[in-house]
């Protein structure tokens, strides 16, 4: 794998930001578009652009046939059963929100349990408190370890008899925790519970295998693997999905109406009311595709040892403090300047051609739970390198002289 002739094939990376070429380091947020994805969107309103499912026109059928052709990528890139385990949605929060609302709703009652961990983004934070309220059942959370990590030993306590929805992220995009999913899927099955994954941050990096795994249901979105904004998906086991009710209903998701009833397609449509995001489905197709023809090992090893390096590097400097696991980390660093606001660091650094982010990363707990209000998070992809580092180290030294920091004595 070749990162520099990698980065050639993303037109937004060659250009310059402040006079300086543009380093990108805020991929956990979005990740960039190679051509191949632009041109797919490009070639379907250009060429294929109708509505799915209705018209027997060519254009529809067309339409159709590259729609339902990106589901079946996606249900072969998770290894899913079938595409009928496959609904396209907004994005992970969607997908997240689907299962709380469509799934939980429908089976917790008084007494019954959700737990999840403090490390959880927003997205699978919300929906379980407003699932709780609505239900009557109690949430509860999973200690993490003083490095940030998670202990299977919690796991096995925090998580009763009375636990119907575990819902745990694969990859912290604060910490760069790789939660153990699988182990963690054989105690909750063990305890009669269902297991839901938050994928935002492992799909794009990892070779994610949902039935090796053994989760439930696990949500993703495209615009962080090289995908366009706005689509997602989320694969949930056939026999959870037939239990779900729409949590949108209309035109495309509905067999039969009449003036008092109707009835619902089967999987996965009866999830998809409304035209469905179809250039969006596309794009994420030739996504996938591109990705595919890297190797998700391949990009795993890469986004490794550029964190390893960038590790190394920031650690190396006076003042900076980088916050999760020291081993066994995904390709992100989160770290603090000293007393330096973080927004103050990604602004110096946007000078310099730099950009980061920095913020709570919408994790406000788990900033609570490292004593900060904010920190600044460099997050990598297999188009950045090594000097994509040296570029990020040397202008933290700069940030560092600019702000006159002086460590504490």
């Not at 090289?226 to 729409?246: D, H, S, V």
């Not at 009311?273 to 969006?280: F, L, S, Y």
């Amino acid at each position: 794998m070749d990162p520099i002739a990698l980065k050639a094939e993303f037109p937004i990376l060659n250009q310059e930001i402040n006079g300086h070429p543009l380093v990108y380091l805020d991929n956990a947020a979005t990740a960039q578009k190679p051509r191949s994805v632009i041109e797919a969107v490009k070639r379907y309103y250009e060429w294929d652009n109708a509505n799915v499912h209705r018209g027997v026109h060519t254009l529809g059928s067309r339409a159709t046939d590259a729609y339902e052709g990106a589901r079946e990528k996606v249900a072969r890139f998770l290894n899913a059963a079938s595409t009928r385990e496959i609904v396209f949605t907004r994005g992970t929060t969607t997908g997240l929100n689907m299962v709380a609302h469509g799934y939980a709703r429908q089976v917790l009652k008084p007494g019954d349990e959700i737990v999840i961990t403090p490390m959880e983004h927003h997205s699978n934070l919300i929906p379980w408190q407003q699932a709780a309220k609505a239900t009557g059942a109690t949430l509860k959370y999973i200690p993490l370890q003083p490095d940030g990590t998670v202990s299977l030993a919690d796991v096995e306590s925090v998580v009763t008899e009375n636990t119907k929805v575990v819902s745990i992220t694969y990859v912290s995009n604060v910490l760069g925790t790789v939660n153990p999913i699988a182990k963690i899927a054989e105690i909750v099955h063990r305890k009669g519970a269902i297991l839901v994954v938050d994928g935002a941050q492992s799909t794009p990096h990892l070779k994610v295998d949902v039935r090796a795994l053994d989760v439930d249901f696990y949500a993703f979105s495209g615009h962080k693997m090289c995908g366009p904004t706005g689509i997602g998906a989320l694969y949930g086991k056939a026999q959870l999905f037939e239990r779900m009710e729409p949590m949108e209903f209309g035109g495309e998701m509905i067999d039969f109406v009449d003036l008092y009833e109707s009835s619902w397609k089967d999987l996965p449509w009866k999830f998809e009311g409304g035209t469905p995001i179809i250039a969006g489905a596309v794009g994420l197709g030739a996504a996938i595709d591109f990705l595919e023809s890297i190797g998700l090992e391949e990009i795993d090893r890469h986004e490794k040892k550029i964190a390893k390096y960038a590790m190394e590097r920031l650690s190396a400097i006076e003042g900076i403090t980088i916050y999760g696991p020291k081993e066994e980390r995904a390709g992100l660093v989160t770290f603090n300047l000293g007393d330096v606001h973080p927004h103050d660091v990604a602004t110096v650094l946007d000078t310099e051609g730099i950009a980061i982010r920095a913020g709570h990363h919408c994790c406000q707990p788990l900033m609570r739970w490292l004593n900060v209000s904010a920190t600044a998070r460099a997050s990598f992809y297999l188009y950045n390198t090594e000097q994509d580092v040296d570029r990020l180290a040397d202008a933290l030294v700069k940030t560092k002289e600019f702000f006159g920091y002086e460590p504490a004595r």
